[in-house]
């Protein structure tokens, strides 16, 4: 059974920083793709970051150059720095990995961006 679990939300000023990790657990195959996606109430979740096994990046445009996103393939885990935070990147933020043909949900972690 894969788990998938999501840390580091929390209630940060505009301009702030934080780092959200999400960790795989359960399997011995190889994560394909790691991302983290967001959702905003009444908005459909939409990507944030991604990495691939090789390490190609992909961002959504309105967080290029503000957030960076990492893995740590021993310990199957991702990572996501968030800088320059604005008040739109409030959303709970969720973790997705895929393991073979499977994609796997985290349970969603909460972000808050107070102005």
């Known amino acids: 059974q894969v788990q998938v679990v999501e840390s580091g939300g929390g209630l940060v000023q505009a301009g702030g920083s934080l780092r959200l990790s999400c960790a795989a657990s359960g399997s011995s195959a190889s994560i394909n793709f790691m991302g983290w996606y967001r959702q905003a109430p009444g908005k459909q979740r939409q990507l944030v970051a991604a990495i691939t096994s090789s390490g190609n990046r992909n961002y959504a445009d309105s967080v290029k150059g503000r957030f960076t996103i990492s893995r740590d393939n021993a310990k199957s885990t991702v990572y996501l720095q968030m800088n320059s935070l604005k008040p739109e990147d409030t959303s709970v933020y969720y973790c997705?990995?895929?393991?073979?043909?499977?994609?796997?949900w985290g349970q969603g972690t909460q972000v808050t961006v107070s102005s």
């Open positions: 997705n990995v895929v393991i073979g043909p499977r994609g796997y």
